[in-house]
């Protein structure tokens, strides 16, 4: 049996919990319901109608504030869509860039200057501003008028340029997980790597960055947590999120204790599944003696 195998089964077992399997319940139910009303606001199932509940609130019993965030939970579920449409294109985007990006900043000569000017600047700046900088004061939003229809999906021209937005922030954040993961690899690796007769490019590349990538596997996953949770900024460039989707209703119904108790219930079961996801994934790459999760030696 392999480590990451024997690692597999010793995670298997100790999550034979009473708890475990409520979790994994409630996950079932929660991306089942998401994924039937996304599948109903496409019309590719032959039931239900977009934007209106499979039973109304009044046929359970249900009054007040709960009666609405019921009677809303199609549009959080459209709303939580496009959050989640925010966070795998912008974390999986801005890794594209991060990794050019850390390694210039390691290994580079004047270009770890390019790399740490970039970095430094989306840092060192508010989210908001960079939205507000790219939709309002550049007008990005003008170079997307086109597209807008891909079949059952439709993209407003505000989310691309938050798409854009979160895949810059993110990159910053990114490589400097990264840059941190490279520098904790022995420098000597390298050099064995170019005693073999490897070129410095191909050291980084089949030696370095195998090892660095497992390595940032903890920073992706604290990324990733805050994308989820910062999406919610894109609301104010108009963008129809889960965070706006849920204040609009609040706003009508001034039933906002109830509505934003049903959306940090909606954030937490994203949040949730992302680091179980992320869990999962550094499990099926550990490698004996490196990295962090548990068993390794």
Do not use: C, H
Request: proline fraction near 4%.
């Amino acid at each position: 049996m392999s480590y990451a195998e024997d690692l597999r089964r010793i995670r298997r077992t100790e999550g034979r919990s009473a708890g475990s399997w409520v979790l994994v319940v409630a996950g079932v139910l929660f991306w089942g319901y998401l994924l039937m009303r996304w599948l109903i606001n496409w019309n590719w199932v032959p039931f239900g109608t977009p934007g209106e509940p499979l039973v109304s609130p009044e046929a359970l019993g249900l009054t007040g504030g709960t009666a609405t965030a019921f009677q809303s939970l199609p549009q959080l579920a459209e709303g939580a869509y496009i959050t989640v449409l925010i966070t795998v294109l912008s974390i999986l985007l801005g890794l594209v860039i991060a990794v050019p990006l850390s390694v210039a900043r390691v290994y580079g000569t004047w270009s770890k200057y390019v790399s740490l000017t970039f970095t430094e600047l989306i840092r060192g700046t508010p989210l908001i501003a960079q939205l507000y900088l790219l939709y309002y004061g550049l007008n990005l939003s003008q170079f997307f008028r086109g597209l807008t229809e891909f079949g059952p999906f439709t993209l407003r021209t505000a989310l691309w340029v938050a798409l854009i937005g979160f895949t810059i922030n993110s990159a910053a954040y990114q490589a400097e997980y990264i840059r941190s993961a490279i520098e904790s690899v022995d420098p000597q690796q390298l050099v064995a790597a170019r005693s073999v007769g490897l070129t410095q490019r191909d050291g980084i590349r089949y030696v370095v960055l195998p090892q660095t990538l497992r390595f940032a596997i903890p920073g992706w996953t604290n990324e990733l947590v805050y994308l989820i949770k910062y999406s919610s900024l894109a609301t104010f460039i108009t963008v129809a999120e889960l965070f706006r989707r849920a204040d609009a209703v609040a706003s009508d119904t001034f039933d906002y204790t109830a509505m934003f108790t049903v959306v940090a219930l909606v954030y937490i079961g994203i949040v949730i599944t992302a680091t179980k996801l992320m869990g999962y994934i550094e499990d099926r790459v550990a490698l004996p003696g490196l990295g962090q999760a548990r068993g390794r030696s």
